[in-house]
């Protein structure tokens, strides 16, 4: 009736990884009595999949699983199948493209494929800095501080300064370096010059050689295939399911249809500044800062002139963008089948191709991401159609894609995408630790758990696993008071070798 308000004990905002892992946990314990709702039309968050009018398959930029959980990869086999015929299998292949070259990755262990000068500056600088550290009597302050500790002046000044800005869209200064943990490979400065001597390219991923990825419908399958795991009538999607507000004291959220929910628990995946702004916490609000960022996808007709290379980084400013997912190579139906006909859009050199006639294939696939924030502005007004060209961040984009040789002149575009998230990237600032200790317990007191990649604002945890994770562990909590790993010890969890120990619980075993 209207008016009424709706009673659930366990409600939950967003079908992203984290709010599924809730989902999925809760549901699992044998719970009925919840709801997970959701503003977009279907499951997947930030690790969703859009399709082109011409059919080119777009992630929200380039995914690519590095599981630390057993409970993670049994639940993605679950939702999606096991085995060759649903996931392919593929070799991480990266490189960075810096002074007219290719690097492999990582780049400190292969500066001689740098000019002679430059091989010089870098391992100056790493011999300087293996000296430096080993008197050092101070940890550094922040991630500017800890790149040149840890790579020296020449490789952080060539490429860790200039490639960690244009990621993150704010200066390295900024950021602090707790949250580091694995994440960056640090130097074995043995490594690099005997590879600078013997002149050997050493890409050095060691036993996380290979990733896989689904076989249809991009990363998005993957949450659709956990949403479709769960009972259709406690899920709802759509823009009226839009939580616009909470009253913390009575305990109830407030739809875009004006529909009110009240709840026993609240598992918020939504971002943490927007939920304490409408708690009238903008102080706290304000300090955790984000950046923004554009899926910039373009579908080319022809074969695919990159081999084995999945993704690829751009530090220098010939470029908007800092990575480049060779996305075809990842799965053949991520593009449209050969025999499919269709007009080129655009050539690479930006040409307009007015009489273009519509061909068949063979398609290939390239995914771009751009950062953007308070100190990192770009064109916003881009990826609009002017004249048959597209203007602002795709033209430069595709520019971008000519300069680096990613794309020739006269290659046939024939397919173009182009989508903005606001909440990108949680930036680790400085201030953010100071913040979440106090918001999060703020919030608990009326119970209201914010958990996810933004809901709990820690990069260090916000993959697509880690996130999982969080809401699985925070369904736990919630129902019974477990302690929550993954938030509490990020570094525990990214120690793989440790998460076999601890979390021996799986998907399976506790279907039981
Ligand atoms: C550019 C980029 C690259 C990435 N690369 C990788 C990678 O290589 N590997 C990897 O594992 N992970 C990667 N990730 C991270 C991955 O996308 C996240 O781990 C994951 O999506 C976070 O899940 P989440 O549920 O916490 O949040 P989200 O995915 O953001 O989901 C939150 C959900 O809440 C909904 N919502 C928000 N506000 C409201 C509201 N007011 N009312 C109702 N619903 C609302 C949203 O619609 C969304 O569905 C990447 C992310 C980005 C942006």
Same mark, same amino acid.
């Given at each position: ?10 409600? &939950? ?44 398959? *777009? ?12 409970? !993670? ?43 002679? $000068?430059?091989?010089?500056? %870098?391992? &100056? ?9 080993? /008197?050092?009597?101070?940890?550094? +302050?922040? *991630? ?5 500790? /840890? ?32 994440? /960056? ?30 076989? $249809?419908?991009?990363?998005?399958? &993957?949450?659709?295939?956990?949403? +479709? ?31 009110? &929910? ?28 984000? @950046? ?17 290379? %999945?993704?690829?980084? !751009?530090?220098?400013?010939? %470029?908007? !963008? ?23 859009? %655009? ?20 995914? !771009?991401?751009?950062?953007? @924030? ?47 998230? $606001? ?43 880690? @996130? ?9 909590? /919630?129902?019974?008071?477990? +302690? ?11 120690? +793989? ?16």
């Amino acid at each position: 009736m209207p008016g009424d308000i709706e009673k659930v004990g366990v409600l &939950i905002i967003g079908a992203g990884p984290t709010g599924l892992g809730a989902a999925t946990r809760v549901n699992q314990h044998g719970h009925k009595d919840w709801l997970i709702i959701d503003q977009a039309d279907d499951a997947g968050g930030l690790a969703c999949t859009d399709t082109t009018p011409e059919g080119f398959l *777009f992630d929200m930029g380039g995914h690519v699983i590095f599981s630390h959980y057993q409970y !993670f990869d049994e639940l993605i086999d679950a939702a999606v199948g096991s085995g060759p015929d649903f996931w392919n299998t593929l070799e991480r292949v990266s490189y960075v493209w810096i002074k007219d070259r290719w690097v492999a990755y990582p780049f400190q262990n292969n500066v001689s494929a740098l000019p002679k $000068e430059d091989q010089i500056k %870098c391992l &100056i600088g790493l011999a300087d800095a293996k000296v430096a550290n080993a /008197v050092a009597q101070t940890k550094p +302050k922040n *991630f500017d501080e800890w790149i040149e500790r /840890v790579m020296g002046a020449g490789i952080a000044d060539m490429f860790m300064r200039p490639y960690n800005f244009k990621v993150w869209a704010v200066p390295p200064k900024k950021m602090q370096c707790e949250w580091l943990g694995e994440r /960056v490979a640090t130097v074995d400065i043995t490594r690099a010059i005997s590879n600078v001597i013997n002149n050997k390219e050493d890409a050095g991923w060691g036993p996380n050689a290979v990733f896989r990825f689904p076989l $249809e419908g991009g990363t998005g399958a &993957i949450w659709k295939g956990v949403a +479709k795991l769960l009972p259709k009538e406690n899920q709802r999607y759509g823009p009226k399911n839009q939580v616009t507000g909470i009253d913390k004291d009575a305990q109830v959220v407030t739809l875009q249809d004006g529909k009110k &929910i009240q709840y026993d628990a609240l598992i918020s995946t939504l971002p943490l500044d927007i939920m304490m702004t409408w708690l009238g916490q903008k102080k706290q609000a304000d300090v955790l800062t984000h @950046s923004s960022s554009h899926i910039i996808g373009i579908g080319i007709r022809g074969q695919c002139p990159h081999g084995l290379k %999945c993704w690829l980084y !751009f530090p220098e400013d010939d %470029c908007p !963008f800092y990575r480049t997912t060779v996305f075809s190579h990842y799965a053949k139906k991520n593009c449209p089948a050969d025999d499919v006909k269709m007009r080129t859009v %655009c050539l690479g050199d930006g040409s307009e191709t007015p009489d273009s006639k519509e061909e068949s294939g063979p398609y290939w696939s390239l995914m !771009f991401e751009v950062s953007e @924030s308070y100190c990192k502005p770009v064109n916003r007004e881009s990826g609009k159609f002017a004249g048959g060209t597209w203007d602002g961040l795709v033209k430069e984009t595709i520019q971008g894609a000519l300069n680096t040789k990613l794309i020739s002149g006269s290659d046939q575009i024939v397919s173009i995408y182009h989508r903005r998230l $606001e909440h990108g990237y949680p930036t680790p600032s400085v201030e953010r630790d100071g913040v979440l200790v106090d918001a999060l317990p703020f919030l608990r007191q009326y119970n209201i758990w914010s958990r996810g990649r933004f809901g709990s604002y820690k990069y260090e945890v916000g993959n697509q696993d880690h @996130s999982l994770m969080l809401g699985v562990e925070c369904a736990d909590n /919630v129902l019974f008071g477990a +302690k929550e790993l993954t938030l509490n010890h990020p570094n525990i969890v990214n120690a +793989k070798k440790n998460m076999e120990l601890l979390y021996s619980k799986t998907f399976h075993a506790s279907h039981n």
